[in-house]
């Protein structure tokens, strides 16, 4: 299957995940609105009834019901991925509900990854490059993303090493010497290898080279793939820093530094402390509902 219509399904199939949730929760949240007006019986019910107590209670329960179930959903997703980092020498972290940094070193190089809804796997292992650049599939697509990289036009002719792929690069002459590099047709053949549902992606940004497996299924995740993948990667690092930086010399921007390192660190927290908020300022809602219409 070609690479657009690989991703147009992939696209397809995250949309209509998407809606699904989106109808989900506004079902469940016109429950819980519906539930909590029925539960306060409005202005007629009696004062020193349960009524109050359950307006209170019955959306606070259906809330921490809620979350407890999305926690525990993540808790073992987690373990499952957990397994494939589980001998590398990274320790994990938390971003959000659906996404999850690790950071630490592999071969004696800095390795940082992420996991995020797609699902993707994103993998960065340090080097000495000094350029940008990237190869993926032949497609509109591609070239939209390297457009958006790179001021540069893909290659052309495209490099015999990458056969049916888009190469671009700001640095062109870097860019061939490094494909002509020994072994790194073969890396390259293996991290590029195109499935039904996968269409990864390879870059290279000043002190790193950047690979992204979109759409891949979870079960793909496994200790040896992610082994094989890290091997390749340092491979290409390895050549990478054997011809050299590239002459321009770039040095990584403050969004490519963030992108690899420091990418949404301190979401959770704020989440879960946004959600207690919200949930005491509904809470206190009701309260001084009951209050107005009952007492006064």
Known sequence: MGYEKTVGRALARGALRSCAVSIVGLVFGLGLVSTTLWVAGGRNASADSYRPLLAVAVPSVLISAMVALGMLFVAVR????????ADLEVKGHQVSCVTRGWHGTFAGRTLDAWFRKGPT????IGCAAATRGGIARTGELALKIARSLTSRRPLEPVPD??????????DPEWMRRLLAEPGVEEALARLLAETERVSPMLSVAPNAVHYMRRFGPLAELTRENLHSWLGDLERLAGAIDGIGPSR??????????????????RFLPWFFGCLLVFMAVGQLSIIL?????HYR
């Open 161 to 170: 090493e990458v056969p049916g792929c888009t190469v671009y690069a700001d």
């Open 121 to 124: 796997l994103e993998l960065y």
């Open 248 to 265: 321009s010399a770039e040095q990584p921007s403050q969004v490519e530094e963030w992108a690899r390192i420091r990418r949404g660190r």
């Open 289 to 293: 509902l009951f209050y107005f219409t």
């Open 78 to 85: 987690n373990r499952r991925i957990n397994r494939a980092f």
